[in-house]
């Protein structure tokens, strides 16, 4: 945003990460030298601030019909596009086919250490490559780092569905618990969003951290996300000491 003078103008989707076209349309600023000019539309697959819903393709097709009807580029930030190919069992085309640019991590869910991919047409990468160049951040001799992406992609995707499974069951057992409101229906993939009582969050935190789990603080809004290589055993732990806080705490 600072490097590329780029003024944000965020919309609100629903509960479950949809931008309303109607809502697209409404937010491309007229021409008019006082404003900034509306050029790309970035929208978010899954959708982490929903609790890591993932949005289907008739979905991605109205989002971008409406950013394209208006002469924007659209973007897809699919840090997380696997996890929601996963989620709804369609290939990964299917929900990127109608935006012009992807971003996607190997790390998060794919379990690479390092490493996000940028894909787009011949030139839009072209342009990519100049801007990584510009910012100072190429990288020589990466085939090593690279190696560990195509094992990702080559056998990381489809087990992504365990960490779906583990969130789902890891949030059922939370919505049993004193003080917690998560509904376990709306976990889709990896990410349990959940609520606490208004300004227990960090306490929350810091008396987890005694307990040996570490969990981003906040106010009321806290976040767990599954992953490769945490156990079901590392997930008990992690479920039985969130139970001890809680019984304390509410
Ligand atoms: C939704 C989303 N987009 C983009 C990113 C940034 O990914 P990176 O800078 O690692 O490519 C993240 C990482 O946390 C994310 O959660």
Same mark, same amino acid.
């Given at each position: 945003m600072v490097l590329g003078s780029i003024v944000l103008y965020p919309i609100q989707t629903d509960e479950f990460g949809f931008l309303n076209p109607e809502y697209i349309k409404e937010a491309v600023k007229p021409r008019d030298y006082h404003k900034p000019t509306t050029r790309l539309l970035a929208i978010e697959n899954t959708h982490n601030a929903s609790s890591g819903r993932a949005l289907d393709a008739e979905q991605m097709k109205a989002m971008a019909d409406a950013g394209h009807e208006k002469g924007l580029s659209v973007h897809l930030d699919g840090a997380r596009i696997f996890n929601a190919a996963v $989620?709804?069992?369609?290939?990964? $085309?299917? *929900? +990127? @086919? &109608?935006?012009?640019s992807v971003t996607f991590c190997l790390s998060k869910g794919?379990?690479?250490?390092i490493g996000s991919i940028v894909v787009g047409s011949e030139g839009f990468i072209q342009e990519a490559d100049r801007w990584r160049?510009? *910012?100072?951040?190429?990288? /020589?001799?990466?085939?090593?780092?690279?190696?560990?992406? *195509?094992?990702a992609l080559d056998s990381m995707i489809e087990r992504m569905q365990e960490d779906h499974d583990s969130a789902r069951h890891i949030a059922s057992r939370m919505a049993e618990m004193n003080g917690i409101s998560v509904?376990? @229906? &709306?976990?889709? +993939?990896?990410?349990? /969003?959940?609520?606490?009582?208004?300004? +227990?969050?960090?306490?929350?935190?810091? /008396?987890?951290k005694e307990e040996g789990v570490y969990i981003n603080g906040g106010d009321s809004d806290l976040r767990i996300v599954t992953h490769y290589g945490v156990t079901n055993d590392d997930y008990e732990f992690a479920i039985s000491a969130l139970d001890r806080v809680m019984r304390e705490i509410a």
């Open positions: $989620a709804l069992d369609v290939p990964v $085309a299917d *929900l +990127t @086919e &109608h935006v012009d794919l379990s690479c250490p160049k510009m *910012l100072g951040s190429g990288m /020589r001799q990466v085939g090593i780092i690279a190696a560990a992406g *195509l094992v509904d376990p @229906e &709306h976990i889709q +993939t990896n990410i349990i /969003r959940f609520k606490v009582p208004p300004h +227990t969050g960090n306490q929350i935190a810091s /008396r987890l």
